[in-house]
């Protein structure tokens, strides 16, 4: 067993949090091999796939090819071949991103890849296809997400239906679709929602981002691509945070872009975040990332050793999930006279109740 993840009773999901650091170049810790041999794969893969870091693993098994002793052949050629598919993948999405980029400029916007975009503007991870992206996320100002998002509509973009209710304050605008696109776009007005708006400083990361001249999009600077880490990992649901969830892509994110800056720089981050009242939020990240990745760390912290105890109970994720969701909508039901009408319009429309259970049953799906 790894003992620098003990407090995760599961050797599986010890099995994929001791992969990643190696899929970054750093030595295989002590008790990986016995974590995966106790491992079945397609258990290995249902836990990397609900976090979408599948497709790294292959580079882990590539850089220590002793773990490939610990693990079906089989196994690692699928992996292998998930990272190849998802490279192809990778290289449609930049080139509609760069689809993107034009449109931005002929209509003489500013906008700022975010996120996976712009990692594959500006790539850390150690190949084309090890980071999985969900969706294309694009910062632009108020009027200028909504100018392009006008035009897309104009070029024939689709959103799915959409709750009007939900999306009217949100940080962005629903999901946009277009045929031949891989993905679909989320304009972003603010690059965090508002209670993480004071930490994300929008103006500040359009003003300060490096125009990528291939794209024509602009890419955050470290700096501000490591806040936006953080506070979307930490902060993009209240109540998220307080659940101890493990992000394996964030997690892995955050190390890649932390080991980019300077200590002063990191400093600055945690000063950031002590004056908009989330320390927490900042420490909490840092103590687990470096749990993962960082060898020498003796650095304690009770939230880590949390969020590994309910990775490794993915029971327990899901009824903490379950248990939140009923709040979270007998709390609007209750209090909010418009999502109290759209709950009892889907209450009363079959197709509308059977898509939401769909998706909730989906995310449900992702405690593995």
Request: proline share 7%; charged share 20%.
């Given at each position: 067993m790894q003992v620098h993840l003990a407090a995760c009773a599961s050797a599986p999901h010890r099995a994929i949090l001791g992969l990643l650091p190696v899929a970054l170049g750093l030595p295989a810790r002590e008790g990986l091999h016995q974590d995966l041999a106790h491992s079945d794969a397609g258990e290995l893969v249902a836990i990397a796939s609900a976090h979408l870091i599948h497709p790294l693993l292959a580079t882990a098994f590539a850089e220590d090819p002793s773990l490939k002793e610990c693990v079906p052949d089989d196994l690692c050629l699928f992996l292998q071949e998930i990272q190849y598919a998802n490279a192809r993948r990778n290289e449609a999405i930049l080139a509609q991103v760069r689809s993107l980029g034009?449109?931005?400029?002929?209509?003489?916007?500013?906008?700022?890849?975010?996120?996976?975009?712009?990692?594959?503007?500006?790539?850390?991870?150690?190949?084309?296809?090890?980071?999985?992206?969900?969706?294309?996320?694009?910062?632009?100002?108020?009027?200028?997400?909504?100018?392009?998002?006008?035009?897309?509509?104009?070029?024939?973009?689709?959103?799915?239906?959409?709750?009007?209710?939900?999306?009217?304050?949100?940080?962005?605008?629903?999901?946009?679709?277009?045929?031949?696109?891989?993905?679909?776009?989320?304009?972003?007005?603010?690059?965090?929602?508002?209670?993480?708006?004071?930490?994300?400083?929008?103006?500040?990361?359009?003003?300060?981002?490096?125009?990528?001249?291939?794209?024509?999009?602009?890419?955050?600077?470290?700096?501000?691509?490591?806040?936006?880490?953080?506070?979307?990992?930490?902060?993009?649901?209240?109540?998220?945070?307080?659940?101890?969830?493990?992000?394996?892509?964030?997690?892995?994110?955050?190390?890649?872009?932390r080991r980019q800056l300077a200590p002063e720089a990191i400093a600055a981050i945690q000063e950031r975040f002590d004056r908009a009242g989330h320390r927490r939020a900042f420490e909490n990240s840092i103590a687990l990332a470096a749990r993962l990745f960082d060898p020498d760390s003796k650095q304690k912290n009770a939230w880590a050793d949390g969020a590994l105890r309910v990775f490794g109970s993915p029971g327990v994720a899901r009824w903490r999930f379950d248990l939140y969701t009923l709040k979270f909508h007998a709390r609007d039901f209750l209090r909010d006279r418009e999502r109290r009408r759209h709950y009892l319009k889907l209450l009363s429309n079959w197709r509308l109740l059977s898509a939401a259970l769909r998706r909730q049953s989906s995310r449900r799906d992702g405690f593995r």
């Open positions: 034009s449109m931005t400029e002929a209509l003489g916007l500013t906008a700022v890849a975010l996120k996976g975009a712009a990692e594959l503007i500006s790539p850390l991870y150690p190949a084309a296809g090890a980071r999985m992206l969900s969706d294309v996320d694009v910062l632009l100002t108020p009027e200028d997400a909504l100018t392009l998002r006008q035009a897309l509509l104009a070029r024939g973009a689709t959103q799915e239906e959409a709750d009007h209710h939900k999306w009217v304050d949100h940080h962005h605008f629903p999901p946009l679709f277009l045929e031949g696109w891989p993905a679909p776009v989320e304009l972003h007005r603010q690059a965090a929602p508002g209670y993480a708006g004071n930490i994300v400083d929008s103006k500040q990361v359009l003003a300060e981002a490096v125009t990528d001249s291939a794209s024509n999009l602009g890419v955050p600077s470290t700096h501000w691509r490591l806040i936006h880490v953080i506070a979307h990992w930490q902060l993009s649901d209240p109540e998220r945070f307080s659940g101890r969830p493990i992000s394996l892509r964030d997690a892995v994110d955050l190390h890649l872009l």
